[in-house]
């Protein structure tokens, strides 16, 4: 396994600053975590984590234009993207243009307000209604996970709501509202940058303290620490969608990252529904063929997790049927340690995952990304290059313990069922049998006459 090396310090204002040397090829990176998404919002305050990552993207006060052009112009990549614990931002950019990338990033940290006005606010505000409307409303299945978070993290629990927000949170929140939320969560001290590639150690921080040393930090925050779920028993829930497969949703609230059951949460997902070697895709996929597709995975975040099982039924098969089939295989595990075999493999599909990961410089899940990740949540850099050794070290024996404690009758089961697209017509009469003709009409032609 390949070795990041990297070197960490911390400018005066309390901004986290990582940089790590690879000159194989002439491209930097330049990664920004905000610790703060979606969970840090208020109930009736919500999508505003999200809305930031679009407004963050129009300008500010030296900028007062899109970051795209300029960005893109010199050939670089670079986007956003918002979860219930982080909101981040990164380029990729000829390393000869990194000075560029430094100071847009800076000056949104810094100077964002003087530039977000009414308009822009209004503007990117429908922005994310639409993208609310394309990704979820609108989208095939696109309801299961709005329909899901309330109902595996019930209130007060800070997933109950989506990152995207509410509609009427969005249609009732003012320009004072996110301002205020910009001020208090959007400052260097409560911020990492990881800059990775074709760069200079010392250029780089010359560079970092230019740009942003005299951004001022912001306020105290006062961390969320570990929540789980207040979920009890079973809740089963059906909901018709505009599709034309029957799907199952089995979804338990599980343990945080870095939980001594994560890892064996994590290993037992692949070996139960990740790729087509897998048991449940090998049972319900190949050999009885009554699914059309299996996903399987343990999704653990800063404060708690959840485990998902996510079954797309074939035309005409019960979802009961598949269902039994799971529970059966589940309790199998509960029971039976996996073979070798299985344990095998899906360590080898993690540690692939992970090598892919650190191929690339940039981009999400990059070097750059997963160094800010272990930085904001394990407290830690270094844990890049040890932490896979968590899944490899894995035994059979933990796949059980952990299918035993956290996999029980805490749960949400939700059916997606095809909405019948013929509308149902109340009617007064009998149109079962068909009408039977009248009376014969009697025709008499008309005699010609010729002239």
Do not use: C
């Not at 930097?28 to 919500?46: F, I, L, M, Q």
């Not at 990704?135 to 996970?145: A, F, I, K, L, Q």
């Not at 050999?287 to 997790?305: C, L, R, S, T, Y």
């Amino acid at each position: 396994m390949v070795s990041i090396s990297y070197e960490e310090f911390s400018l005066a204002n309390g901004l986290n600053v990582i940089i790590h040397e690879d000159h194989t090829t002439p491209i930097a990176a330049v990664n920004v975590w905000y610790h703060v998404g979606s969970k840090n919002e208020d109930p009736g305050r919500t999508g505003f984590a999200h809305l930031f990552e679009h407004v963050m993207f129009e300008g500010s006060k030296h900028h007062n234009h899109g970051y795209f052009e300029p960005l893109q112009r010199v050939g670089a990549v670079l986007n956003g993207s918002t979860t219930p614990d982080r909101t981040n931002y990164w380029e990729n950019v000829p390393s000869n243009y990194l000075e560029l990338a430094l100071w847009l990033q800076s000056d949104r940290m810094g100077f964002l307000l003087e530039a977000l006005d009414q308009q822009r606010f209004d503007i990117q505000r429908d922005v994310v209604k639409n993208e609310r409307r394309q990704s979820y409303e609108n989208r095939p299945y696109g309801m299961t996970h709005l329909t899901l978070q309330p109902i595996v993290f019930p209130t007060p629990h800070p997933y109950s709501w989506p990152t995207i927000g509410s509609q009427e949170d969005l249609d009732s929140a003012n320009l004072e509202d996110v301002q205020a939320f910009f001020k208090h969560y959007y400052s260097p001290s409560n911020a990492s940058i990881a800059i990775v590639g074709d760069v200079v150690t010392s250029d780089v921080k010359r560079l970092v303290e230019k740009y942003f040393g005299d951004i001022p930090p912001g306020p105290t925050i006062n961390r969320i620490g570990r929540m789980d779920s207040n979920l009890k028993g079973q809740v089963s829930l059906t909901m018709m969608d505009k599709v034309k497969l029957k799907r199952l949703n089995l979804v338990w609230p599980s343990v945080p990252m870095f939980d001594k059951n994560e890892a064996a949460l994590s290993v037992l997902g692949v070996i139960l529904g990740d790729g087509k070697s897998s048991r449940l895709n090998q049972l319900l996929v190949h050999e009885k063929q009554i699914a059309h597709d299996v996903h399987v995975f343990n999704h653990p975040q800063e404060i708690a997790g959840e485990f998902h099982i996510q079954v797309t039924a074939n035309p005409g098969q019960s979802l009961e049927q598949i269902e039994d089939l799971i529970f059966k295989e589940l309790e199998k595990l509960r029971k039976e340690e996996p073979k070798d075999e299985e344990l095998k493999r899906a360590k080898n599909r993690i540690q692939s995952f992970h090598v892919s990961q650190l191929e690339k410089f940039g981009g999400f899940g990059g070097r750059a990304d997963l160094l800010n990740e272990y930085k904001i949540f394990g407290g830690n850099p270094d844990l890049i290059n040890s932490d896979i050794e968590r899944y490899m070290s894995i035994a059979s024996q933990e796949i059980s313990t952990a299918a035993n404690l956290e996999l029980g009758e805490d749960h949400v089961r939700l059916s997606v069922i095809p909405e019948d697209s013929r509308k149902s017509i109340t009617t007064s009469i009998d149109r079962s049998n068909m009408p039977r003709p009248g009376q014969a009409p009697m025709f008499t032609p008309p005699i010609p006459k010729r002239r």
